[in-house]
């Protein structure tokens, strides 16, 4: 299955009863399994979850700690980015030049890396004091 046919179809399954701004990601893991994420809101503001970030947790679950490759889709005029906390999320588990597809579900698509998402990112090499 390719990622964006994985999240657009995790999308749909969205609990978005406040925004109405359903979100799916799809991450593609070192093993070439398909993890899948959906955003989950939560009345309680900002106690929700993103959809970047549960398609991640699925891919730790499941014993992976590697991204190879990312799509994200929404339903918006232009292709949605990650927010920032999902960048770093991002960042944890994929290499700078790890390929990131941000897509509509009209079709829209741009392609970019995480290294572009999060430039001056912050990794384990800044914690150590060696």
């Known amino acids: 299955m390719s990622l964006i046919s994985a999240a657009s179809e995790v999308r749909e399954n969205a609990y978005a009863p406040y925004s109405r701004f ?71 588990f994929g290499r700078h030049d790890v390929p990131v597809t941000l897509a509509t579900v009209d079709g829209q698509q741009t392609t970019t890396t995480i290294g572009d998402l999060l430039p001056g990112r912050f990794d384990a090499s800044h914690m150590d004091r060696a």
């Open 22 to 92: 359903k979100v799916g990601a799809a991450i593609r893991g070192g093993s070439g399994a398909v993890y899948r994420g959906c955003n989950v809101e939560n009345v309680a503001f900002p106690e929700g979850t993103c959809a970047e970030a549960g398609a991640i947790a699925a891919m730790v679950a499941a014993g992976e700690t590697e991204i190879i490759e990312v799509c994200v889709i929404a339903d918006s005029p232009a292709p949605v980015p990650p927010c920032g906390g999902c960048r770093q999320k991002l960042a944890e």
